[in-house]
């Protein structure tokens, strides 16, 4: 994970080009079923919070709306905040978060972390009720060559095998290298998404990749069913500022709906944490 501003729309041109073609589904497709899903949110815009008080930053988190969380793990993410997390034994997490009402499924690992000991943190993810776990990037060169994704893909590949094994799902976010482009000029992204194995991998999209030319419909609709989860930010290409969903210009009802296609199960808000409660209202509404 890092810093939303780490990921903050820089290449407004790029943004202005791809909110255009979010315009592009039929709208015979929003007539579908309402959302369905339990609006969520990322752990890591809150980290200061959660280092000094865990179980009260989860009631924040709740009372503000939420239904579910994401985790950050707290050996790959020790650095960052969520080190005290690891104090708690899985039951005393489910506990501290059913007694808030919240449910947590999902978590964010380093690919370091799962090489150095996959199946500690394996047992930990499984200990806690979790059912997918996350890496937000894998590593290669700055500009890798075709060979260099494949290596890191088949990496990831026995890694995602050995999960399953464990009746885990293993997933990929989409940052840093993992949006890099290759020494040829292609994207490092898309030939992803031909080395992972799609029975053993599921993708995370992150939507403010948007600023990268990363349209978020083009991908559910291309790659359908090879998607799990999204994170969620807003956009105004008015102002070229990140914004509260709904409170931008980017049609969520589309991008709902061609989730759907793609094959999401879960989303989680992901910005400070006044944006995320101001998302809440406008999340609880949206039907598609």
């Not at 939420?66 to 489910?94: M, T």
């Not at 993810?125 to 894998?138: E, H, I, R, Y």
């Not at 799902?169 to 080395?195: P, V």
């Not at 956009?235 to 509260?244: E, G, H, L, V």
Request: proline content about 5%.
């Amino acid at each position: 994970m890092s810093e939303v501003s780490r990921r903050e729309f820089l290449k407004c041109a790029a943004a202005n080009a791809t909110v255009a073609g979010l315009l592009s589904l039929d709208p015979r497709r929003l007539r579908a079923n309402p959302l369905g899903l339990p609006i969520g949110c990322q752990t890591w815009p809150v980290r200061e919070m959660i280092a000094k008080d865990f179980p009260g930053t989860i009631k924040v988190l709740a009372n503000s709306g939420f239904q579910s969380i994401e985790l950050c793990s707290p050996v790959g993410y020790a650095d960052s905040g969520f080190a005290g997390v690891g104090k708690y034994s899985g039951a005393e997490l489910r506990r501290i978060l059913g007694d808030a009402g919240v449910t947590c499924v999902s978590s964010h690992f380093s690919i370091q972390e799962l090489r150095e000991n996959q199946e500690g943190r394996i047992a930990w993810a499984k200990d806690v009720g979790l059912t997918q776990m996350m890496v937000p990037s894998l590593e290669g060169p700055r500009h890798p060559s075709v060979d260099d994704v494949k290596r890191a893909a088949d990496e990831y590949n026995r890694m995602a095998e050995k999960a399953a094994r464990a009746g885990i799902q293993q997933g990929l976010h989409n940052e840093d290298w993992t949006i890099s482009m290759t020494a040829d000029g292609q994207r490092t992204y898309d030939l992803l998404f031909k080395f992972l194995d799609p029975k053993l991998v599921k993708f995370q999209f992150q939507v403010s990749s948007i600023s990268d030319g990363y349209n978020p419909i083009h991908y559910f609709t291309r790659y359908h069913g090879r998607f799990i989860s999204m994170h969620v930010q807003g956009w105004s290409a008015k102002t070229r500022q990140i914004t509260p969903v709904g409170q931008g210009t980017l049609n969520w009802k589309k991008i709902f709906a061609a989730a759907r296609i793609g094959g999401i199960k879960n989303y989680f808000v992901e910005m400070h944490l006044p944006m995320m409660q101001a998302s809440v209202p406008y999340l609880r509404k949206l039907q598609v």
